[in-house]
Nanobody, 127 residues
């Protein structure tokens, strides 16, 4: 089973950028559709972005469109989330998640769709 390890979180100023990574040290990465979620203090975990197994299909939550970009490199077993124009309300713990699938184009936007999760990485955006 895939194991997910997030990195790249930290402190950024409003308007700045961060890039998160999510690595799988195993060899089954390309069999999984992947997603990014986040949980802000006092709030439920929410969907951020999703990407299909091959990377050909992506989907974003409305508030992330135009600011965040999800991508993956299956040769490096790594998922990325490029976050630009950061806002204080983007402050949260960010999680990557995986779902094994035979579909090359499907992506998934609900936490219920993902059985495998990383440990999370903290992103803090100051105003």
């Amino acid at each position: 089973q895939v194991q997910l390890i997030e990195s790249g979180g930290g402190l950024a100023q409003a308007g700045g950028s961060l890039r998160l990574s999510c690595a799988d040290p195993g060899r089954t990465f390309s069999s999984y559709a992947l997603g990014w979620f986040r949980r802000a203090p006092g709030k439920e975990r929410e969907f951020v972005a999703a990407i299909s197994r091959t990377g050909g299909s992506t989907y974003y939550a409305d508030s992330m469109k135009g600011r965040f970009t999800v991508s993956r490199d299956n040769t490096k077993n790594t998922l990325y989330l490029q976050m630009n124009s950061l806002r204080p309300e983007d402050t949260a713990v960010y999680y990557c998640a995986a779902r094994q699938t035979g579909s090359a184009t499907n992506y998934y936007t609900s936490t219920a769709h993902y059985p495998v999760w990383g440990q999370g990485t903290q992103v803090t955006v100051s105003s």
